[in-house]
C-alpha cells in the first residue's frame, strides 16, 4: 500500500497565529512531498516540493517565509502557515512520491477568524 | 501556475449516459493523470496514461492521449449517481515527475 495521512483534517485559528499542518507517509518512506493549496471550487495550485534533508522548492508567488516546510524525515513532511490571515482559509493536500507516483493525503482544511 | 485547461467546466447528465471530459496542456509531459474529488475532500486517482500510450482502460473508464495535440479525453460510460464529484486531470513533468493540475470538470449524473 501508498498510505499519506495528514494532521489535523481541520483547524480553526484566529488571525495572526501559525498553524502547522503535518503529512506522514504511513507504510513507506518518501524523500519527495509535495504541497497543494485548493480554493473553493478550485483547482489545486502546488505550492512548493519538499525533500527530505534539504530545502524545500517553492512555486513562483508562494511565499516561503510565510509558508514553512520542513521535512526533517523520510515520512513527515510538515507546512507551517505563518501570521495567518483571512485570506489563507484553503484546503491544503499534500502527497508523497513513492515509485514516481505522487499518493495524496486526505487534505487539511485551514479556516482563519 | 495551471497548465491545464479542461471542459466543460461543468456538466449534467442523467444516470447511463456517458461522459466525456477534455484536458490541453501546454508543454511536453512524462505522463497524465486523472483524478477525482468528491466534495470537500481528498483525491482519488482513477487512471495514469504515459506520454508513449494513446489509450488506457479501467473498468468503466477509457483515457486517450494525443502527444501531438497535447489533449486528453477522459470518458466515463454507464454513469452513476456515484461518479457526481469534480474531475481533475493532472500532468507530470520533469525529474520530480511534478503534477501541475487543471481546472477541473464538475459532474454531476441525476438519478
Known amino acids: 500500500g501508498a498510505v499519506v495521512s495528514q494532521h489535523p483534517s481541520w483547524v480553526i485559528c484566529k488571525s495572526g497565529t501559525s498553524v502547522k499542518i503535518e503529512c506522514r507517509s504511513l507504510?513507506?518512506?518518501?524523500?519527495?512531498m509535495f504541497w497543494y493549496r485548493q480554493f473553493p471550487k478550485q483547482s489545486l495550485m502546488l505550492m512548493a516540493t519538499?525533500?527530505?534533508?534539504?530545502?524545500?522548492?517553492?512555486e513562483q508567488g508562494v511565499e516561503k517565509d510565510k509558508f514553512l516546510i520542513n521535512h526533517a524525515s523520510l515520512t513527515l513532511s510538515t507546512l507551517t502557515v505563518t501570521s495567518a490571515h483571512p485570506e489563507d482559509s484553503s484546503f491544503y493536500i499534500c502527497?508523497?512520491?513513492?515509485?514516481?507516483?505522487?499518493?495524496f493525503g486526505p487534505g487539511t482544511r485551514l479556516t482563519v477568524t | 501556475s495551471q497548465q491545464g485547461e479542461e471542459d466543460p467546466q461543468a456538466l449534467s447528465i442523467q444516470e447511463g449516459e456517458n461522459a466525456t471530459m477534455n484536458c490541453s496542456y501546454k508543454?511536453?509531459?512524462?505522463?497524465l493523470q486523472w483524478y477525482r474529488q468528491n466534495s470537500g475532500r481528498g483525491l482519488v486517482h482513477l487512471i495514469l496514461?504515459?506520454?508513449?500510450?494513446r489509450e488506457k482502460h479501467s473498468g468503466r473508464l477509457r483515457v486517450t492521449l494525443d502527444t501531438s495535440k497535447k489533449s486528453s479525453s477522459l470518458l466515463i460510460t454507464a454513469s452513476r449517481a456515484a461518479d457526481t464529484a469534480s474531475y481533475f486531470c493532472?500532468?507530470?513533468?520533469?525529474?520530480?515527475?511534478?503534477?501541475?493540475f487543471g481546472a477541473g470538470t464538475r459532474l454531476a449524473v441525476h438519478p
Open positions: 502527497s508523497a512520491m513513492k515509485d514516481y507516483e505522487q499518493y
Open positions: 507504510d513507506f518512506q518518501a524523500t519527495t
Open positions: 519538499s525533500n527530505e534533508g534539504s530545502k524545500a522548492t517553492y
Open positions: 508543454t511536453s509531459i512524462n505522463n
Open positions: 496514461i504515459r506520454s508513449n500510450e
Open positions: 493532472a500532468t507530470g513533468s520533469g525529474g520530480y515527475n511534478k503534477l501541475i
